[in-house]
């Protein structure tokens, strides 16, 4: 929770552990910007705090919930997904005092997601081989069909009869 200067006044267990894993006692009481440059060690892609203090401005001044769906890159590489949520907090109907933040990690649901649609990819791949072999041996099939006929009538001698060799030409 952070206050309208966007000083950080509560910052809960779950903050703390993590990939991001930053303690309370470096965040409480701190400006969120310095939370920030904390988070920056860690990941190699966060967003910058302008963007951030301009959503919580947009929270405060609009007391509208703000929510997102973002995604940050860790030092080594991960991709974390996070659907945000900034809640505006108020005494009795007042004004906004403080902005609340709920972070859900969507990592592991965005890749169940990528691993299905890739499932649906080679699927369709595999319809798309089976009609093409299908296309394909319609015609083999025919030739193959008629290739054992013309075996059969060579087979019989037919070519050497002369009334039949004119099939042939």
């Given at each position: 929770i952070v206050d309208r200067d966007l000083t950080v006044v509560v910052w809960n267990r779950k903050a703390e552990e993590g990939p991001y894993g930053i303690?309370?006692?470096?965040a409480v009481g701190k400006p969120l910007?310095?939370?920030?440059?904390?988070?920056?060690?860690?990941?190699?892609?966060?967003?910058?705090?302008e963007s951030v203090a301009a959503e919580y401005r947009d929270v405060f001044d609009r007391g509208a919930e703000f929510r997102?769906?973002?995604i940050s890159v860790l030092k080594?590489?991960?991709?974390?997904?996070?659907?945000?949520?900034?809640?505006?907090l108020r005494d009795a109907?007042?004004?906004?005092?403080?902005?609340?933040t709920i972070v859900d990690d969507l990592?592991?649901?965005?890749?169940?997601?990528?691993?299905l649609i890739m499932k649906e990819r080679l699927f369709s791949m595999r319809e798309l081989a089976a009609g093409i072999v299908h296309q394909l041996n319609n015609p083999l099939t025919?030739?193959?069909?008629?290739?054992?006929?013309?075996?059969?009538?060579?087979?019989?001698?037919?070519?050497s009869d002369p009334a039949l060799s004119g099939r042939f030409e």
């Open positions: 303690s309370r006692h470096d910007k310095e939370v920030f440059k904390l988070n920056r060690r860690l990941a190699a892609a966060p967003r910058g705090i997102a769906e973002e080594n590489g991960e991709k974390r997904y996070y659907q945000v949520t900034k809640t505006p109907g007042g004004p906004v005092t403080h902005a609340m990592t592991e649901k965005r890749r169940q997601e990528a691993g025919t030739m193959m069909v008629c290739v054992e006929a013309l075996l059969r009538e060579v087979k019989r001698d037919a070519i």
